[in-house]
């Protein structure tokens, strides 16, 4: 029993590869999620995100997040970053928990894909002046 093989069609899984490219944002700076490698994603624009997570310091929970919004803008531009407009991917603002040191997330509905995306830190724990501390 000889047996042949032949081929009929072919299957391209689209997405990062390799999966573990962990991007770091650190508070009170612009983060950038450029330079994602994988097959057939488009170059400056980040395909089907549903979700996203974060950590905590979890020090003293004084300065952790309370409260955030993840916003998507389709007509940022560096040289007038003012002018963009952002629209926030969930209906209501996302809550972490505070004092925790394990993977907060939130996810929405529907896979958002946009050019930009923004962290939107609208509430923390501790003072007012206390600047929100992600875990770095």
Same mark, same amino acid.
């Given at each position: 029993?000889?047996? &042949?093989?032949?081929?009929?069609?072919?299957?391209?899984?689209?997405?990062? %590869?390799?999966?573990?490219? *962990?991007? /770091?944002?650190?508070?009170?700076?612009?983060?950038?999620?450029? !330079?994602?490698?994988?097959? &057939?994603?488009?170059?400056?624009?980040?395909? *089907?995100? =549903?979700?996203?997570?974060?950590?905590? *310091?979890?020090? /003293?929970?004084?300065?952790?997040?309370?409260?955030?919004?993840?916003?998507?803008?389709? !007509?940022? *531009?560096?040289? !007038?970053? !003012?002018?963009?407009?952002?629209?926030?991917?969930? =209906?209501?603002?996302?809550? %972490?928990?505070?004092?925790?040191?394990? $993977?907060?997330?939130?996810? $929405?509905?529907?896979?958002? %894909? %946009?050019?930009? $995306?923004? $962290?939107?830190?609208?509430?923390?724990?501790?003072?007012?002046?206390?600047?929100?501390?992600?875990?770095?």
């Amino acid at each position: 029993g000889g047996e &042949s093989y032949m081929m009929v069609g072919e299957v391209l899984l689209v997405g990062p %590869a390799p999966l573990a490219q *962990d991007r /770091t944002c650190v508070s009170g700076q612009t983060c950038t999620f450029h !330079n994602i490698i994988g097959d &057939s994603i488009q170059p400056y624009k980040t395909v *089907d995100v =549903s979700g996203f997570r974060f950590k905590q *310091d979890a020090t /003293t929970g004084q300065f952790d997040i309370r409260e955030y919004q993840i916003q998507v803008s389709y !007509n940022f *531009d560096s040289a !007038n970053p !003012n002018a963009a407009v952002w629209t926030s991917v969930t =209906s209501s603002p996302c809550s %972490a928990v505070q004092g925790e040191s394990a $993977w907060q997330t939130c996810t $929405w509905s529907a896979s958002v %894909a %946009a050019p930009y $995306w923004r $962290w939107l830190i609208t509430q923390k724990w501790g003072q007012n002046s206390d600047p929100p501390k992600p875990r770095e």
